[in-house]
């Protein structure tokens, strides 16, 4: 069908109208596209000054209905699924819909070691959105992915920028958005609840009880494998579709997976921190007596689900990602999958939707996919392939898509290169590093910053010394993005207490270790306004931007430690790696199954390059310890623990809920940040 457009789409923002120009349809709607002048944005005209909180400033500005959003941007009512009024969820056939298009500009959002001053990178990625949509009138997405509850209850907040930089509604951005996390947690614990329900039940059953219940008789008196089982038969080489054709061993071999239970890494989850759940005992009721086992609790992000959802094409792909994920080995160190539990298609049913990416927008009207949480210090840290796929063909040729990769370059933007542009094929024009002058100066050697105390002197005034020497994490950073080929703009989230002279000391730096551009940014503040410069400069560097220089940092041909090895010294600045032996065992046994040709997912510490949260600025003289290696095949990677690493969180003293509360008259959402 055809959508005749009629007009420009009104509608009141406070004391303005906000104007979304329907996108106009080709005869042919294969073959639609934005048309120059179409793809608008509204700038924000009601500025306060000093800013109001970020929950304040969302509530006070109307979100468009996201039907509208869907509209403007090129998609068809049918390829969108509305969940309320103002968010959604884009169907995958969109994708074919819109193969014809050349993709736009691809940009990956990242940033210098995290610090408890912030940095701004979330409030950067929508800011500098909002500037080249809404101020430079570029067609424009900025990719997200879904806060977690554990840090939005806990410490850090949400996630969905700040000040004039946000996401909107950022209460539902922030908290349970479309569900995709509890679809993922659900799933996760179905498949630790068959883990240990299968092991029961193999320890209580002889081998035919066990075929009586797998494959029982009908009232015909035959028997049947259900479709999945026959993943299963082709992995024991046993070609029979006939159940009674089996012979005793066939069946034994069939019935029994034989788990190891000290091999399992399938560990169940809950999207909160709850440091009392890093160690539990499972099997303590009397009905499970002489079954214990030991385990632990993760946070529902960490799930290799949530890699799954991230780095798959497709729902093809996600059903064999969600198939072959490797729970532990058996006692003859055969790895165990999902599919040999019989589960990958429950799995894939309880995750049907999770696979669409959610539509949302910011403050000025810029199209937002939120899609996918992987955390970068215990995961890969990147949103969802699809989510940039489809973005990158509804902006064109001439387009934006900026993707934000979690915590520093060392943890998100190296996992977005090494491990999701291997998988999606997709090559980056260009990165933003974001770092401010406050986070430079504790990197430098700056006093310790505590919590409802006032910050020390040197934060708040002119100190070029410090400054200085905390700009080597930046240029290590830089540095870092070049070897990928891939060429570097620097924002400067600026404060009101940065001098000048702090200022082009940052920009000095940056541009002395090969950055094409630094720019300062006020869209904190100032919303897309504070960004245009910023703006301006990546477009400059993304028509100059060479893509055929890309290059990943390893072939997947080495060894596993050679590809850690590799990450430690070139990202890193390690001396060398060290491995437990536990380690050891564990890199032996991926290596003899198998799994040992994937990219390396390092659970590392985001506070620091090295291993040791405490180390700032560029380490030297330390070496990289390994104290556990997993493997997620799904997923498709392998992934050291690094240290003390958890990844299960645990709650402050004073955490982040105690300002959270509910208007019981209006229904607001107060506290939220």
């Not at 699809?386 to 934006?400: R, T």
């Not at 700056?446 to 005034?461: D, K, S, W």
Request: glycine share 10%; net charge positive; hydrophobic share 40%.
């Amino acid at each position: 069908y055809q959508r005749r457009v009629r007009g420009s789409f009104l509608r009141p923002r406070g004391s303005e109208q906000r104007v979304f120009h329907h996108y106009l349809p080709f005869a042919n709607p294969s073959s639609r596209r934005f048309i120059s002048g179409q793809f608008k944005m509204s700038k924000l005209t009601e500025i306060k000054d000093p800013v109001p909180s970020d929950i304040d400033i969302a509530q006070s500005i109307p979100p468009a209905p996201i039907i509208d959003i869907a509209r403007q941007v090129g998609l068809l009512d049918s390829e969108l699924d509305l969940y309320g009024k103002f968010k959604g969820k884009v169907h995958l056939n969109t994708l074919e819909r819109l193969k014809n298009n050349k993709d736009g500009n691809y940009v990956v959002i990242t940033g210098i070691n995290p610090t408890p001053l912030g940095e701004g990178k979330t409030t950067t990625a929508v800011g500098l959105s909002q500037a080249i949509g809404a101020h430079l009138n570029k067609r424009v997405f900025v990719n997200l992915r879904q806060p977690s509850q554990g840090p939005t209850f806990g410490i850090k907040g949400g996630a969905a920028g700040g000040g004039y930089s946000q996401i909107i509604p950022m209460e539902e951005f922030n908290l349970h958005l479309t569900g995709d996390i509890h679809a993922i947690s659900a799933a996760n614990n179905l498949l630790a609840a068959a883990i240990d329900a299968r092991m029961f039940h193999e320890a209580t059953q002889t081998d035919q009880q066990l075929f009586n219940r797998l494959c029982p008789t009908s009232k015909s008196g035959e028997r049947k494998f259900s479709a999945i089982m026959f993943r299963r038969l082709k992995k024991l080489g046993i070609e029979k579709t006939n159940p009674s054709d089996l012979t005793p061993e066939e069946v034994s071999k069939f019935v029994r997976l034989d788990i190891d239970s000290s091999t399992i890494t399938w560990n169940r989850v809950v999207d909160i921190n709850d440091r009392f759940l890093r160690g539990v005992t499972t099997g303590t009721a009397p009905t499970e007596k002489g079954h214990e086992r030991k385990t632990q609790f993760d946070i529902s992000v960490a799930s290799e689900i949530m890699a799954c959802l991230a780095l798959t094409t497709s729902m093809e792909d996600y059903r064999e990602r969600l198939g072959r994920m490797v729970i532990g080995s058996s006692k003859k160190g055969v790895p165990i999958t999902a599919d040999d539990l019989g589960i990958g298609g429950a799995l894939a049913v309880l995750l049907k939707d999770t696979i669409m990416p959610n539509l949302m927008q910011t403050l000025e009207g810029t199209p937002t996919f939120v899609h996918a949480g992987p955390f970068a210090n215990i995961a890969h840290g990147n949103s969802s392939i699809i989510a940039d796929q489809i973005a990158l063909k509804l902006v064109g040729e001439d387009g934006f898509v900026l993707t934000e990769a979690g915590f520093g370059a060392d943890m998100g933007m190296e996992k977005f290169f090494n491990i999701k542009c291997r998988a999606s094929g997709l090559v980056p024009n260009a990165a933003v590093v974001v770092a401010t002058v406050r986070a430079l100066k504790m990197h430098g050697g700056g006093p310790e910053v505590v919590a409802g105390t006032p910050l020390p002197f040197a934060y708040t005034e002119e100190n070029l010394e410090l400054l200085a020497a905390g700009c080597q994490n930046l240029q290590h950073h830089i540095r870092n993005c070049l070897k990928f080929g891939v060429p570097v703009a620097v924002a400067i989230n600026k404060f009101s207490t940065d001098s000048d002279k702090e200022i082009e000391l940052v920009k000095a730096k940056a541009l002395e270790a090969g950055a094409q551009a630094a720019c300062v940014c006020t869209n904190f503040q100032h919303g897309g306004a504070g960004a245009v410069e910023l703006a301006e400069a990546l477009v400059n560097v993304c028509k100059g931007a060479d893509r055929t220089q890309f290059k990943f940092l390893y072939p997947l041909e080495l060894s596993v430690k050679e590809k850690i090895a590799i990450i430690a010294k070139e990202i890193y600045g390690a001396d060398g790696v060290s491995y437990s032996e536990t380690a050891e065992k564990r890199i032996a046994l991926y290596e003899s199954q198998g799994f040992g040709g994937v990219p390396i997912c390092m659970a590392k510490t985001h506070l620091s390059l090295s291993h040791d949260p405490k180390l700032k600025g560029v380490p030297k003289g330390f070496v990289i310890p390994i104290r556990d290696v997993r493997v997620s095949v799904g997923a498709g990677f392998i992934y050291p623990l690094v240290g003390e690493m958890s990844t299960m969180p645990g709650l402050p003293t004073r955490p982040a809920f105690f300002d959270i509360d509910i208007d019981t008259k209006t229904g607001k959402i107060v506290g939220l940040s």
